[in-house]
C-alpha cells in the first residue's frame, strides 16, 4: 500500500518574510555603511579640528616665551650698559643715579626672567614646541649664566637673546603652518594669520629700542651699534605695521587702530623714528628711563594685542572642533535615526504586508478544504484585489451551495435554482442543476402519475377499487374518534352489459362516464364517488346524519343514472342501489362494503331501479352466507367433500363416452348438501377455487385408478371426465397450473379431461378468454356449460377456444316446438364450427328420440343415468365394448 502523506502539503518556494528582510537589509546595510563613512570622516574632522586647536595653543605657548624672552632683552642690557665704565661717562648721570638704576633694570632683568621660565614651564613636556622650548631654555641658562658672571659683550647678549627670538618666532610660524594645514576654516587660517602678523610687529617692535639704544651706546658694535641696524629695524617694524593693514578681524583691527593712534605709540614711533631722531639727542637720562618705560608699555599692549589674537584663533579652532563634532554628533543621529525609521518602517510594512498576505492565505486554505468563509480584504491594493477576486469566487461558490442545497432539500421551487451562476463552472453547474430540477420534476410527475393510476380508475377518473377500500377504511378510523354516522351506497347498474352488447364498448365507456359525472354530481362536496370496476360504483357519505338522508341520496342518485343517455342515439340503464351505514366506525372496510353489496342484490332480486337498506333481514342471510363460507373451508379440509360422476354417452347408440363430475357435501351427520346450496356462497370468495382445485384432483385421480383397473379396448373411445370450473376460478391466474398440477398427479391424458365453464364467464372477461386458450393449449377440452340461458349467440362461438357445447336443460326440456327447432339449429350451426354438442336433463324417452333426429352427439339426463357413486360409475367402465343399456 502506498504510504500517504498525513500532514498537510507544504508548498514550495520562498516565504515572503525571505523577500521582505532582503528588501529591507539592502537599505539598512546601506544606510548603515553611508553613515559609517560619514562619520568616520566628521571624526576625521574632529581630530583635524583638534589637532588644529592644540597647534593654535602651541602657537600662543610658543609667542608667550617668545615675547617673555623679548622682555628679558632691555632691563638686561641696561644692566649690561651701566656696568660699562664709558656708559656713565657717555650718559652723563652721577655714579649714584646709575647705581640706582642699575638696581632697578636687575630688578626688571629677575622680573623678565622670572616671566620668561614661567612661560617656557607652560608649554607641556612632548607637545609641539617642547623640543624648541628645551633647546631655548638652555640658550637663555647659558647666556643668562654668561651675562650674570659679565662676560658676554653687548652684541653677544643682543645677538643670543635675538637668536632665541628667532628660533622661537620659526617655531612659532611652524606651529602656525601646522595649524592652518589641518584643513582648518578660512576664517581660522586667517585668524591664525593674524596672530603671526601681530606677533611679527611685536617681535619688531620689541626690537626697536634695543636696537636704538646699541646705536648710542655701542655705536662701533657692527650689528646692533649701527645706525644702520636701527633703520633696518624701524623699516622691518614699520613693515609689520602695514601688514597689519590685512588683519581679517575687525575686532582686532579696531583694537590694532586704537592702539595705534595711541599717544603711546605715536609718541614713541616719534622717539624711535631714525628720519627725526638725532642719535645724540636721546642721552638724556631723563628721556632714557621715558623711552625704556614707554617701549616696555607697548610691548605689553602688543603682546595683549597678540594675545586676543590668540584667544580669537584658538575660540575659533575650538568652535571649529565643536562643529566637528556636532557634524560628528548629529551624523551619527541621523544615521541611527535613519536606520530606526526604516527598520521601524520595513518592521510595518513587513507586518502590514505578511499580515495581510496571511491572512488571505489563511482564508484561502480554509476556502481549499471547502468552507466558505467570509472573506476579508485588508491590506495593499494588489492584496485586496485578490482578495476581492476570492470574495468573488467564494460568492459564486456559495451560491452554487446554496442551489445545491436547496436541491438536497428537494426544494426545488426555491427561486434561487432559476439565478443563473457566474463563470463557465457556474454555467455548467446551474445546467446539472438544472437539469436534475428537471429529471427530479419528471420522476415526481410520474409518480403522481403512477400513484394516481394505481388509485384511479382510468375511465371515469374516480378512485378505483383498491382507493375506495383505502378511503372508507380511513372514513371508518374518522368515525371512531368523532362517533359520527359512515354511510357507503353500493350502486350496480341495471341493463348495462345489453348497452354494452348492443351499442359497442365505446358506447358503454360514454355510458360509464356519463353516469359517473351525473353520480359526482348529485352527490355533496366530500362525499366521495368510486368506480370498483364494470358497472359496479360505490359512493362514501360521511358524516351521516340520518339514514333517511342516506335513503334520499340514493333515490337521487337512481333517478340521476335512470335519464336516456345519448351516445349517438339515446340509450337508458338503471341502478340498483344498497345502502349500508357504519354508526360509530366500529364495522371494518370490507364488511361494510359486503353489507352495501348484499343490499344492493337484493334491491336487483326486488325489482331492479331502487334502492335498499342494508337490514336485520341482510344481516342475517350474510351473517348465514359467512357461517355456510367457514363450514365449506372446514369441509375441504375434513374430507367431508364427495364426487359422484353423471355419465355422458352418446345418443346414437348409448355407449358410455364419459363422466361429469359433481360434488357433493356429505355432512359430518349424514345430511347430503347439494352444490347448488353451497357453490354460489363458496363463489363470493376464492373458497371457489379451493373447492375446483379439488375436484380437478379428486376426478383425474378417479378416472385414471377406473382406466388403470380396466385396460382400454381397442378402437373404442376412451371415456372422459368433465369438471366444472367456476367463473371466479377461470379468471385466477393460477387456474392453468392448477389444472396441469392435477393432470401431473393423476398422470391422466390432458385429451380425456373436459373443463366446464359457463358462457357468461367467457364473455366478459379476457383474462377467462386466454387462461382457456392456455388450457386448450396444454390439449384438454372446454365445455360451454348451460347453453342458450345467457347472451352468446352462435356465431361468436366460431372464435372461442371451446369443443364442446352442453345445451341447457330448460332448452331441453322445453315442450314449445319454437325452443325445439332452435336446439336444432343450434345443434347444427355448433356441427359447422366443428364443436359437440351435449344434451343436459334428458328425462324422457321422446327427448331422446327428438334429439337422436336433430343431430345431437351426446346426452345426459336421468334418463341415462343418475349421477353415480365412484363405485358404480367405475363398474360402468368394464363393459364398455358394448351397449350400456338404459336405467
Ligand atoms: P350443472 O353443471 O348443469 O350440472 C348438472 C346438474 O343437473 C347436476 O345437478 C345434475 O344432478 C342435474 N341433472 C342431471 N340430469 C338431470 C335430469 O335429467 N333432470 C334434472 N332435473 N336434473 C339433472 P347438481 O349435481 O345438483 O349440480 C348443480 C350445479 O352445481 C351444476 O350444474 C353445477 O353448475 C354445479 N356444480 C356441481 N358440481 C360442481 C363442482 O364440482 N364444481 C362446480 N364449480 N360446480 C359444480
Ligand atoms: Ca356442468
Ligand atoms: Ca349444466
Redesign the pocket.
Known sequence: MALMPTDRTRHRGTALWCYLAALVAVPLIGVGVLTTLIAVHASGDVDSARRAEAAVRAVARLDAVRTAAEQEILPTLAVAVIDDPSAATALGVSPWMLASARGLAVDGAVQARAVTDAALAAVPAGSSGAAVAEHVSADLAELRAGVDRGQVRLEQLYLGYLDVSNDLMTAECAAAAAAVSEGVPARTARAVQDVETIATLAQDASRQTPLYLGSLFAPDTALIGSRLAWETGWLSYTDAQRQMEELSQESLRAAWVQLRESELMTGLDALLTPATTPSALTTDVGRLTELLYRSGDRDAALAQLVGTAVDEALALAAADREDAAAVLRRTIELGIGLLLVSTVGAVWLGRTVSRSLGLLAGQATRISEGELVEVEARGPREVRTVSAALGAAVAGLRRIQDQARAVARGDLDDALLDQPLPGPLGEVVHASIQQIVTSVRQREELQFALAHRATHDPLTELPNRAQALTLVTSALHRARRSGEMTGLLFVDLDGFKAVNDSRGHAAGDAVLREVARRMRAAVRAGDVVCRLGGDEFVVLVEPVETERDLMDLAERLVAAVGEPVDVGGLVQVGASIGVAVSRDGGADADALFAEAGTAAERAKRHGRGRAEIFDDALRQQLASRAATEAAIAAALTNGEMR??Y?PVLDVAEQRLRGF?????WVRQDGVVV???EF?PV??SSSL?CD??RW?LHE?TRQLAAWRAGAPAVPGAAEPTVA????GR?LTDRRVVADVADALAASGLPPRLLVL?V?ETVLVDDPVAMTHLSELRAMGVAIAI??FGTGYTSIGQLRHMPVDTL?I??SFV?SPDPGQQELVGLVISAAHTFGLDVVA????EPAQLERLRAQGCDLA????????LPPEAAGALIRPMAGAVPAS
Request: charged share 30%.
Open positions: 364426487l359422484v353423471q361429469e363430475a359433481l360434488v357433493r347439494p352444490p347448488d357453490i363458496a363463489e371457489v373447492l375446483d375436484v376426478a369438471v366444472n370450473v367456476s376460478h366446464e359457463t356449460d348451460d352442453k341447457d336443460r326440456a343436459e336433463g334428458v328425462e345426459q339426463g336421468y334418463l341415462l343415468h343418475r349421477p
